[in-house]
C-alpha cells in the first residue's frame, strides 16, 4: 500500500464516537461530529447505554422492562442515523449498551479501535460541564484510550460549521 492509500484508509477508518443520552446538549456533539467526519471523510459511531433493569418480583417483568429500553434505543438511535446520514453521506455505527455510561464507554473504548476520538458537549447552563466529563476529565482520564474533544453546549450551528 502506498503513503497516498495508506493516508486515504486511517482517514476513512477515523470514527468519531458520540455518546447519545438525554441532554439537550447531545445535539451539539453530534452535529460537531457528524461535521468533522465529512469534511475528514471519517465515520460516525452513536453509543446508547440503557440502564439496568434494576430489582423486580418477576423475572418476566424484568425482562419485558429491558426489551422495552431496548427498543427505545433502537428507536432513537434509528432518528439519529438518519440525521447522520444526511449530514455525513454515510452510515453511522450503531452501539447499544446496557449498565453504568461511564463504564460502558470506557470498556467500549478499550475494546474497538475503530474508536478515533471521543465527541462530547458541555453543558450549556454554566452548571459545570456535566458528570460524564467531569469523571473523563478528572479521575477517569488516565484510562480513556482516544482523544476528547469538548464542544461547548450553547455553540450555535452557524459556529460550528466555521469551527469544522
Known sequence: MSETEAAAQARRDR?????????????VALRYACLRARK?????????VIEPA?????????AMLAEERRQEAEKL???LAAEVNELTG????????????????????EEDP???ILVLA?????????????ALAGR??????????????AITDAELDRLT
Open 15 to 27: 470514527v468519531f464516537l458520540v455518546v447519545v443520552d438525554d441532554s439537550p446538549e447531545r445535539r
Open 40 to 48: 475528514s471523510g471519517g465515520r460516525v459511531a452513536l453509543l446508547r
Open 54 to 62: 434494576g430489582q423486580v418480583e418477576w423475572a418476566g417483568v424484568g
Open 77 to 79: 438511535l434509528s432518528g
Open 90 to 109: 454515510g452510515i453511522p455505527i450503531l452501539l447499544i449498551r446496557e449498565g453504568d455510561a461511564r463504564d460502558e464507554l470506557l470498556a467500549l473504548l
Open 114 to 116: 475503530r474508536i478515533s
Open 122 to 134: 458541555a453543558a450549556a447552563g454554566g452548571s459545570g460541564p456535566g458528570p460524564l466529563i467531569s
Open 140 to 153: 477517569y482520564a488516565a484510562k480513556l484510550s482516544v482523544p476528547m474533544t469538548i464542544v461547548p453546549g
